[in-house]
């Protein structure tokens, strides 16, 4: 906005400040009316980041010993969040041994912050890279394998199962809706009605239908040999889901590719696999970056619906968290605890996605 | 180089053979019998009206575009359905476009280097030495660490003949390849072609610059609704046209 006032060639560092003075003086104080109007604005502004601030911060009782002062305190209680904060991270996971899920959260945020490199984007860096994060939370958050106390996936809760969930949707979701939007692009009628019917069945189904069914449906339709665990029965069905929406994305962004890119490949004598994965793929993948990144930040906060099947995730455990007496009246700290978790992570996968964009904008046209 | 060798000892050599071939859209018959033969070293230009089929004939030669009956024979390799001989033809045919399509998520060096290293088995070193070669010929070195969209449209097309020419081809096709610039940069895309065409390159032309095919053209081709009308050199075919049609087009497209 104010940069575009900018001239090209001027130094930004020098000018900015004088620009932004000058565009906010002509946008709100041109006329009587518009001062007025800023200024009631600007007071209510100041007013309401005076409450949250005093709020969170200025008359807010930090500790679990000093509980006792949240009667009297007008601020947040966060004394709730100290005194619980272990039951919200990691839901019912047992209390001893909650330095293995601690341990396994950190390796799969690290899995995901080391992804977000481009040192990483290879099919194979990329693939050792989760497998051995994914890996490591699973035989940590198990267990058995490791030789270590198993702790069975129906106890697994708090962040730790959100975190779980979302990673194994998006991780398995990504390639698998690859493989339906190819398989859609595909010459044989056969492959491409089946898979578009697929597809449109999925979409057309609510989430929380497809994973009731995932839940609760399979078991009682299928012998019980193929029930399998019914935390990896939801994955499945969130992946199946997600993977559709998915593969609508990268559709369009196959459409992205001009006919002209493929002959180019063609002429110069490429295979179909080198124009596919060297030429191609890059394509759909620029061109399908801002519809994957609104995937994934949906996915994240969509896990919250296995509540209702069952599951302990972060928000279960909040709920748990101001389950007793002694914390129900702080349920406010609790949820803005939990929020902070949300939009945290959520922010900075979007301030992920604009920075990729600027970098990969950079490179083409 | 190789493009000089090719140019002295072999120029009665047969490079491109068409004969009697046919191409259909649907219902739509585009190419009605085409013969043309070609030997190494000449330059033809191919001309005429829009949808008159001769985008559509060069881009049978590489394949680009399947014809149904007749034979077309690229450097010796006849082209069927084989996908061997079609790679083969495609190596030793370079081809560029009207509309560049060069690969926008690579550097200028990344698009020159692809093929080279990927269909030949090229080292990288050895593929870099060769690209650079080929861009200073077509004077973009300087430019070879950016990107595509970062260039002007004729600085584009000179790059796309640089990568065509990194895969050392004995014939190149010419798809309109000044029809999408601006007018004043085609002048540097057809010195780059007349410098090829120097340099001994079997060429394939299509294309509306008259003034490049009385100069560098050794035969220039009239084509209207999918047939061959007219076949001369420069001077003749300009002068005096034997067909009506082609002395039509000749008055629409020099009269301005």
Known sequence: MTTTTIPINSKPRAVKPVVKYTWFKERAFSTPLDTLMTLVFLSVICYLGYLIVDWTFLNAVWTEENVAMCQEATGACWSVVDARHRLILFGLYPYELQWRATLACASIILAIVLSCFSFFWT????????????????????????????????????????????????????????L?????????????????????????????????????????????????????RVIVAFTLFFACYQAEVFRGGFQGVPKGQVEAGQALGLSSWHIFTRIVLPQVFRHSLPGTINMVVMTFKETAIVIIIGFFDVIASANAAIGTAQWAPYYMEVYAFVGFIYWGFIFLLGQYGSYLKRRLSNTSH | MSLTTNDQNSAD??????????????????????????????????????????????????????????????????????????QAIRKDVGMCFQHFNLFPHMTVLENCMLAPTLVQGTSDSKAKETALKY??????????????????????????????????????????????????????????????????????????????????????????????????????????????RTKLFLSQVLEH
Not at chain 1, 190 to 212: E, K, M, Q, W
Request: net charge negative.
């Open chain 1, 123 to 178: 099919i194979w860096r990329l693939s050792w890279l989760w497998f051995v994060g994914f890996g490591s939370y699973y035989l940590l958050m198990e267990g058995s394998l490791l030789g270590l106390q198993q702790v069975t996936t129906d106890e697994w809760g708090g962040l730790a199962l959100t975190l779980f969930l979302f990673s194994s949707v998006v991780l398995a979701g990504i390639p698998t809706g690859l």
């Open chain 1, 180 to 232: 339906f939007a190819m398989l859609r692009r595909s010459k044989l009628p056969v492959i491409s009605y089946g898979i578009s019917i697929f597809i449109d069945v999925i979409r057309s189904l609510p989430l929380l239908a497809t994973l009731f069914t995932a839940a609760v449906v399979i078991p009682i339709l299928l012998p019980e040999w193929l029930h399998g665990d019914k935390i990896w």
């Open chain 2, 13 to 86: 050599e047969v490079a491109i053979q068409i004969t009697d071939m046919n191409k259909w859209y649907g219902d739509f018959h585009v190419l009605k019998g085409i013969d043309l033969t070609v030997k190494r070293g000449e330059k033809i230009v191919v001309c005429g009206p829009s949808g008159s089929g001769k985008s559509t004939m060069i881009r049978c030669i590489n394949d680009l575009e399947k014809h149904q009956s007749g034979k077309i024979e690229v450097l010796g390799t006849i082209l069927d359905r084989n996908p061997k001989n079609i």
């Open chain 2, 135 to 244: 861009l200073d010929k077509v004077k973009i070195r300087n430019q070879a660490d950016k990107y595509p969209g970062q260039l002007s449209g004729g600085q584009q097309q000179r790059v796309a003949i640089a990568r065509s020419l990194c895969m050392n081809p004995s014939v190149m096709l010419f798809d309109e390849p000044t029809s999408a610039l601006d007018p004043e940069v085609i002048a540097e895309v057809l010195d780059v072609m007349v410098s090829l065409a120097d340099m001994g390159m079997t060429m394939i032309c299509v294309t509306h610059e008259m003034g490049f095919a009385r100069k560098v053209a050794d035969r220039v081709i009239f084509m209207d609704a999918g047939e061959i009308i007219e076949d001369d050199e420069p001077n003749a075919f300009f002068d005096n046209p034997k067909s009506d």
